[in-house]
């Protein structure tokens, strides 16, 4: 059964602020305490939807997440209406209120990883909401991405749906941004489930930044996906890498189909691994390696060309929808340049612009979740959740009615940001025919 890639891109949610909130995400930290423009994200975020959609391939939206979190706020202690709630920790904890504040959802290729059908052991296209331990901002979002993508692949004959991996930070699950799944025609396809760190296994890890996922997360979604052992393979992030900036996998690496475009210090034992991919998937397996001399680390981290979207077009050829920043520095560009030029499935290179989300260490890869459905499956899906021009429209004209334009830290406090953004969200469950997935539409706040 044939089968096509969604590109499931999280919306920018009305909160979008810089909050310095990520240790060893550079640009997060350095882009601290900026002024940001959450319309013009959410704005940039769609262009690029639109864009994708225009090149012939599955486009689909992921709604953003209550923001702030009155929930967890409320869980945590505070009590008495919303203003008092926000004017009491903005006070006493402000940390917690940016915490609590954070559009991360947006980056929806953390939000859970894929298998589909094809390769599962029960012919179910199975995804695992991903439970983001590292990070409290981004904990809380496991929750109601389950509920998202429970309401959106709710026909259990055709999806499984499975909630966060339990448990603290043992099974430490950043989705499919440490995720890579390769096939070509005639093969098994192969899944690289990449880790930063071992729970229970004495590895070398980073020295100066988190490594957020755990070996043994990687391990329980393989299993969960009911994938064949054979076609599961578990390379270590290279601990280099991680201390460069490379947080996550798709910082130095992304795959699609029979390409793999990827730098020297994405993983540890980068050649036996290239080997072994050569070995399972055969002759027309091809790979573009960057070395360090060629491209620093520092420069991929700044440039991001890996955190790129690599497309397969209706003629069967690949383009590179990558992030304007990776044209603006010379190697960088030079290597994109080289990828276009060897022998390789890639033909074009497009240079999209997403810096409000970039500031913030997320580039076009990081805005979406892979998802790859039969006919049958996508006709399953009830969500108006796949974009057209109408729901683009639908979307633009929602933005523009509910964004701000600007937003410092100070105005996380203000409580009318908190109700501008919940009402937004009410309204946006109904555009996309979600119904009530989020926990203020469930029962009073
Ligand atoms: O988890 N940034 C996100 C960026 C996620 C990028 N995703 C992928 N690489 N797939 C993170 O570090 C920063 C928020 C702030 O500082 O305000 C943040 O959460």
Redesign the pocket.
């Known amino acids: 059964m044939t089968q096509r890639e969604w590109n499931f891109d999280g919306l920018v949610g009305p909160t979008h602020?810089?909050?310095?909130?990520?240790p060893g995400?550079l640009a997060?930290q350095s882009h601290?305490g900026n002024v940001s423009n959450p319309r013009e994200a959410a704005l940039q975020g769609l262009e690029k939807m639109r864009f994708v959609a225009d090149l012939g391939v599955g486009q689909a939206v992921l709604p953003p997440h209550p923001r702030p979190a009155l929930r967890a706020l409320r869980a945590l202690g505070y009590v008495g209406s919303d203003e008092e709630v926000l004017a009491r920790v903005f006070t006493e904890n402000e940390h917690l209120l940016?915490l609590c504040s954070?559009a991360?959802a947006m980056?929806t290729?953390?939000a859970a990883t894929a298998a589909p059908s094809s390769d599962t052991g029960d012919g179910r296209m199975h995804i695992t909401v991903a439970n983001l331990q590292a990070?409290f901002?981004?904990v809380l979002e496991g929750e109601t991405t389950h509920a998202v993508l429970r309401s959106i692949f709710s026909d259990e004959r055709r999806f499984a749906v499975h909630p966060p991996l339990p448990g603290g930070g043992h099974f430490a699950d950043e989705g499919a941004?440490n995720h890579v799944r390769l096939s070509v025609e005639g093969r098994p396809a192969m899944h690289l489930f990449a880790w930063g760190r071992s729970t229970w296994h004495p590895v070398k890890g980073p020295d100066r930044f988190p490594a957020r996922q755990t070996l043994e997360a990687s391990h329980a979604l393989a299993r969960l996906h009911q994938l064949h052992p054979d076609a599961c393979l578990f390379p270590q992030q290279s601990p280099a890498g991680i201390d460069g900036g490379a947080?996550?996998t798709?910082?130095l690496a992304v795959g699609n189909e029979g390409f793999l475009m990827l730098h020297e210090e994405a993983f540890v034992a980068v050649e036996p691994l290239l080997a072994t991919l050569q070995n399972r998937l055969g002759g027309s397996f091809r790979w573009v390696m960057a070395s360090s001399r060629e491209l620093p680390v520092s420069e991929a981290v700044y440039g991001y060309p890996f955190?790129s979207q690599v497309l397969t077009l209706p003629d069967g050829t690949m383009c590179i929808v990558a992030p304007v920043e990776s044209r603006q520095r010379p190697r960088p560009r030079a290597f994109l340049e080289r990828v276009l030029a060897e022998d390789n499935p890639v033909r074009q290179v497009h240079y999209l612009d997403v810096r409000q989300s970039m500031n913030?260490?997320?580039g076009p890869?990081?805005l979406r979740q892979r998802i790859r459905l039969t006919d049958e499956e996508r006709a399953a899906v009830k969500a108006r959740v796949f974009l057209d021009a109408a729901l683009a429209a639908d979307l633009e004209a929602w933005i523009r009615r509910h964004y701000r334009d600007r937003l410092a830290v100070r105005d996380l406090a203000d409580p009318a940001l908190a109700r501008e953004s919940l009402t937004a969200l009410d309204e946006l469950t109904r555009i996309l025919q979600l119904g009530s997935v989020y926990d203020f539409q469930q029962s009073p706040r």
Do not use: K, P, T
Request: some cysteine; hydrophobic content about 35%; proline content about 0%.
């Open positions: 602020n810089y909050a310095g909130l990520s995400n997060s601290e940016r954070s991360a980056w290729a953390n990070m901002h981004r941004a947080f996550h798709d910082v955190n913030n260490g997320g890869a990081c």
